[in-house]
């Protein structure tokens, strides 16, 4: 199974903010031809998960056979990003490669989150 953990955050919120964020960005999701896409709550253990501490604002998305979606996956992560008013941390992790998203300009963030769907597409065509 392909897999992407996503984890949104921001200094000082509160867990039922995050979880909130965390929907509004699951829903978004939700819209593409992805597999699942399962809130991940503290205590919860989903598969294929290595020693990560989960807790509010957590969503793993089951990208299913293909790794093509990935990338509509990490641009609609980065549009739902820019959208928010409160610019959240966004913590990307797949395959035990972690990219973060916060205070960053465009071109970085485009450039960081090609970077990290070129690796990942490549890697899972491969397979």
């Known amino acids: ?48 998960a290595r020693g990560v501490a989960f807790e509010a604002g957590a969503l793993l998305v089951d990208l299913g056979s293909s790794v093509a979606i990935l990338k509509e996956v990490l641009h609609a992560v980065v549009d739902w990003w820019r959208r928010s008013r409160s610019r959240p941390t966004i ?11 916060s205070e960053a300009s465009t071109d970085q963030v485009n450039q960081s989150i090609e970077i990290f769907g070129n690796r990942h597409s490549t890697h899972g065509a491969a397979s």
């Open 1 to 48: 199974m392909n897999s992407l953990q996503i984890f949104v955050s921001e200094d000082g919120a509160e867990a039922e903010h995050l979880e909130r964020l965390a929907g509004l960005l699951r829903h978004d999701l939700l819209q593409l031809e992805v597999d699942e896409v399962t809130t991940v709550r503290r205590g919860d253990d989903p598969a294929g």
């Open 91 to 101: 913590r990307l992790e797949m395959d035990g490669d972690v990219l973060e998203i």
